[in-house]
């Protein structure tokens, strides 16, 4: 270590950024967090940047230092959650087959351990600015999943990935909308993910108790 390294009280001057960092984190930790509580509370149109601040503890100053206004926060909130989800899922996504049911079960484990999150954005909060950008997100997510699963296996898909991906992502929001908006949940997620692998695998016709090969589509 260089004895002429220049120090400040507390340790050196490259603890400083370090530092910094986790200053950083905390105060837009903060931020986010107030956001979401009073977005739920008063909801999201109403809000100003000054309650938002005076709810995470922090000045007007240093909201304006992280964020342009409270659009700019909210979509920080989502690209966490994204961040989170990615880091949730990715040891479900092992399996190149697929179709087992621990994507979606991870993702409805992230969503109930995260659940205001997931009820402020699913419900529309923001000109459904949010949730589109969850379902954008999502869509793209999955159809890459989808195409190096398919290669990965040496498959063609009979059907385009684009609407097969946003079939997924369609059922599985809408599970969690009606779980979140309900009163009481109606069922454990964790048996919402079964079914959900389930229809996957074998359908709809066989989600309805037929069976036998389905009728002919009509042309």
Do not use: C
Not at 76 to 94: C, H, I, K, M, S
Request: hydrophobic residues 35%.
């Amino acid at each position: 270590m260089p004895t002429n390294a220049p120090t400040t009280t507390g340790g050196s001057r490259r603890d400083a950024p370090r530092r910094e960092d986790r200053r950083t984190r905390r105060t837009r930790t903060a931020l986010q967090t107030a956001l979401v509580e009073l977005a739920l509370e008063r909801g999201y149109a109403s809000l100003t940047v000054e309650e938002i601040a005076e709810r995470a503890d922090v000045g007007r100053a240093t909201f304006y230092t992280h964020y342009s206004d409270k659009d700019e926060l909210f979509d920080a909130v989502v690209r966490t959650l994204l961040g989170e989800l990615a880091e949730r899922t990715q040891p479900a996504l092992d399996s190149a087959e697929g179709f087992n049911g621990r994507p979606v079960r991870a993702l409805f484990e992230h969503a109930e351990e995260r659940g205001e999150v997931y009820r402020l954005i699913l419900r529309g909060d923001g000109d459904g600015r949010a949730l589109h950008a969850l379902t954008e997100a999502l869509s793209r997510s999955v159809r890459a999943e989808f195409s190096a699963r398919a290669e990965t296996n040496e498959v063609t898909p009979r059907l385009d990935l684009d609407l097969l991906a946003r079939t997924w992502v369609g059922e599985v929001t809408a599970v969690l909308t009606w779980y979140f908006s309900s009163p009481e949940p109606p069922m454990p997620l964790a048996e919402a993910a079964r079914m959900l692998a389930s229809l996957s695998r074998h359908g709809r016709w066989w989600g309805l108790g037929f069976d036998g090969p389905p009728p002919d589509l009509e042309s």
